[in-house]
């Protein structure tokens, strides 16, 4: 029994001395707790209709017994609009295109007699691939819902103006980042850390560092080649996510049915690219985190806590969306999710695909200088 106790209080003070690791036994409960905090925050808000937000609602014959139940709704602007066949198609068109939010159209002799047993209709256009215009038409169906409790010979009617194309785009930008950046992520944690932390503690690394090259240039090296091999996996991962979504994705009661056609050669473009620039950033993240490590197991539970945070900036994208401003194209990871969601959504501008890539180009320069800085520290190599 005495040996027992002995080991284990060799055991608990060996945990409890080592500061890193203690850190690393602590610090994936405090993120779990900070990043199902803030997700259960985003999911609650992204449920009610933003206060903050003013819906832009077209309507057809407005009685004039209406015009009171809207101007009590502060956060909804009623345009009317004309009553013809080309001024609906264009609203419609507008609604997609996101400068409108709903087409409310009602009967042209509205009848106000509440003892009528013929309910008349009030169509209601909006899209279901849009954020503002689902909330537009939650936002407008809880008015007319009140006015109906006073007048009750008229229904609701919801008609949904979203393509086969926006729905498709709208499920890939919330799913596919999230899938591209966790195959990244495993092709990536299985190689870094055995490549350089592995190399460490077997005592290989120091001998390649006392040959006649430069410490930035195996810094450099390591990371395109570990880049490289990790993008293979990457790829390999992302065709079969390509070619088995459709085929998830179809659906004969949703409507929804995805071609890998759906998109062109410039969307498949800006992918690689943005794949690349990530690759390179989350390589040179870990190569950082396998250097400060003396051993593999250790530099895996460093790389713990970073694939939770990364896992963040890809549930922001899905919960998040259009309330992110534009400087999320600037900050690591974070802009790759972002930016591949828009491409996969339709949605995509140039210079946010180029700030996004080059963005990338410069942390990944930064983390490869510092990790040529870290090579020369004796400290950090003997792990001391």
């Known amino acids: 029994m005495k040996t027992i106790l002995t080991i284990i209080k060799k055991e608990f003070f060996r945990v409890f001395k080592d500061r890193r690791l203690l850190l690393s036994l602590i610090l994936p409960g405090v993120l779990i707790y900070c990043i ?39 956060n909804v602007s009623v345009q009317a609009q004309e009553n013809n066949e080309e001024a609906v198609e264009q609203a419609k068109k507008q609604i997609n ?25 009030i169509t209601a256009y909006y899209s279901e691939a849009e954020k503002n215009s689902a909330a537009a038409f939650s936002v407008v169906s809880a008015l007319l819902s009140q006015k109906q409790q006073i007048t009750s010979n008229f229904a609701l009617i919801p008609a949904d103006v979203a393509t086969e194309k926006d729905m498709s785009g709208m499920l890939l930008s919330m799913v596919a980042p999230l899938l591209c950046i966790v195959f990244l992520l495993a092709g990536c944690m299985s190689l870094v850390p055995e490549s350089i932390a592995g190399e460490k503690e077997r005592g290989a690394f120091a001998t390649m560092l006392v040959t006649p090259v430069k ?19 990457g790829v390999c991962s992302f065709t079969g996510l390509a070619l088995s979504l459709p085929k998830m994705l179809q659906s004969d009661e949703t409507g929804v049915s995805l071609s890998v056609s759906s998109y062109g050669v410039t969307d498949y473009l800006m992918l690689f690219l943005i794949i690349i ?26 790389v713990g806590p970073l ?29 790759s999710v972002k930016a591949m969601g828009d491409v996969f959504a339709f949605t995509y501008a140039p210079w946010k695909i180029l700030a996004t890539i080059f963005s990338n180009l410069a942390v990944a320069a930064a983390l490869s200088f510092a990790l040529a800085k870290m090579f020369d520290s004796e400290k950090i190599i003997s792990g001391t």
């Open 215 to 233: 410490r930035r240039a195996i810094a450099f090296g390591k990371i395109v080649a570990l880049s490289a091999v990790s993008l293979i996996s």
């Open 36 to 74: 199902y905090s803030v997700m259960g925050d985003a999911i609650g808000n992204l449920s009610q209709p933003d206060e903050t937000q003013t819906y832009k609602v077209a309507v057809i014959d407005l009685p004039d017994s209406f015009q009171t139940t809207f101007s009590s709704a502060p």
């Open 97 to 121: 295109e996101g400068s409108l939010d709903l087409l409310l159209v009602f009967p042209a002799e509205f009848n106000e007699d509440t003892l009528s047993s013929a309910p008349q209709q």
């Open 307 to 335: 694939m939770l945070v990364v896992m963040v900036a890809t549930m922001a994208n899905m919960f998040l969306g259009e309330k992110i401003g534009a400087w999320a194209y600037f900050i690591p990871v974070f802009n």
């Open 277 to 302: 620039s990530t690759v390179l950033v989350i390589v040179g993240l870990m190569s950082v985190l396998s250097t400060l490590a003396k051993s593999v197991k250790e530099a895996n539970s460093y």
